[in-house]
Each structure stands twice: as structure tokens, then as C-alpha cells.
């Protein structure tokens, strides 16, 4: 994987700042503070299984 960057994780990012910082196009601004989207989970989980 060639994207061995600290921004690898940008589902982790926005999982523990919810006001995100735009740093993932999942995050929208009604999302704020709520529980992440099913596909930001889903990625999140095969980042961290790729790790």
C-alpha cells in the first residue's frame, strides 16, 4: 500500500474529532458529534485489518 502517510487513517480521524476537518469526503456537517456512517465504519475496519 502506498499510502504509508499519517493521514492513512482518516476514518480514525474523524472517529475521535467529530467536527472532522474535512479530512474524509464520508464526513458531511448534519454528521457532526453523531455515529459514523455504515461505509466509515466499514473502511475503518479493513484500514485497521490492513495494519
Known amino acids: 500500500m ?6 492513512a487513517l482518516p476514518g480514525l480521524d474523524d472517529f475521535f474529532s467529530p467536527q472532522g476537518g474535512g479530512s474524509s469526503p464520508l464526513s458531511s456537517p448534519q454528521q457532526s ?11 475503518d475496519a479493513t484500514v485497521k485489518k490492513a495494519l
Open 33 to 43: 458529534g453523531s455515529l459514523p456512517k455504515p461505509e466509515e465504519v466499514i473502511k
Open 2 to 7: 502506498p499510502s504509508e502517510s499519517p493521514k
